[in-house]
């Protein structure tokens, strides 16, 4: 049986982290490509049976550009990895279960900013502007002290913003409370 690790680190080029996965001690990655930032790789490795998983991206930092994507499949005992440009590999499910147990509470890689954006995306998760805009996600990665807010309704995105002092969690999360009472519904 293969074993499965990874390592977070910080790519300025995508203003974001990638995930590297290591199996059996060797890059799955490999040169030339990025891993996936930790949120979009936990949210895939938490769905429930599935069998296509994106595990690096092209060094654009683009999702859906040059992709390494695996095939997944999983038994009570295995799964198995297999993709066009390397070898299948298969693993224990209990090791396979801990690293992604690991991997989706590790969040000593996110710096104030990363954090206040999970904890706002929580916060945020299903709840609809007045005017019948759902939340997608939030950002403080597009300019110092603001916080930016993507809501959607059929094919129509709009940003919202509120400032917050950058440095501190509870800052962000009182404003947040704030824009959430002002500009969603209850």
């Not at 910080?10 to 990025?34: C, K, M, Q, S």
């Not at 997944?72 to 298969?90: F, I, L, M, N, Y």
Request: glycine fraction near 6%; hydrophobic fraction near 35%; include cysteine.
């Amino acid at each position: 049986m293969s074993s499965l690790s990874y390592q977070i680190i910080a790519n300025p080029d995508a203003n974001d982290h990638e995930v590297r996965l290591f199996v059996d001690g060797a890059d799955w990655i490999g040169e030339g490509r990025l891993g996936l930032d930790p949120p979009d790789l936990v949210k895939q490795l938490i769905e429930d049976r599935r069998t296509r998983l994106i595990v690096g991206r092209c060094t654009c930092g683009v999702l859906g550009c040059d992709d390494v994507a695996v095939t997944q499949r999983a038994t009570a005992k295995t799964v198995e990895w297999s993709c066009v440009e390397r070898q299948p590999v298969v693993f224990d499910a209990e090791h396979f279960d801990s690293q992604i147990r690991a991997l989706t509470k590790d969040h000593s890689w996110e710096p104030v900013g990363r954090t206040v954006e999970r904890l706002l995306d929580e916060m945020f998760s299903g709840k609809m502007t007045d005017d019948g805009y759902v939340f997608e996600w939030s950002s403080t990665r597009n300019q110092p002290y603001l916080v930016v807010a993507s809501v959607r309704k059929n094919q129509h995105q709009k940003l919202l913003e509120f400032s917050w002092d950058g440095e501190t969690v509870a800052n962000a999360l009182s404003r947040a409370g704030r824009f959430l009472r002002e500009r969603f519904d209850g």
